[in-house]
């Protein structure tokens, strides 16, 4: 789960450092990837016992508003540039 984590951020960062638009939004989707592998995780948690719903409901719920924002961030750059007239 700690590698999951810390793979969100690190993609983000790696992709925002690789200078293009499309190479930002394939690490954003390999964040978003991160995102669903720890959800999972969470939620297996809870299906074993180590953790209750109520404990893991935050998690879930602060990984869907990240979720949400990576997406909204992805539909941003995938649009194309406005015309400017020249």
Request: with cysteine.
């Amino acid at each position: 789960m700690k590698r999951s984590a810390l793979s969100v951020p690190s993609n983000i960062a790696e992709g925002h450092g690789r200078g293009s638009p499309a190479a930002f939004v394939q690490f954003l989707n390999y964040a978003q990837g991160s995102i669903d592998e720890l959800t999972t995780q969470f939620l297996a948690c809870a299906d074993v016992g180590l953790l209750t719903s109520a404990e893991i409901e935050p998690h879930l719920k602060e990984l869907d508003v990240l979720s949400a924002k990576i997406h909204r961030l992805v539909e941003y750059l995938r649009k194309p540039p406005p015309k400017t007239d020249s």
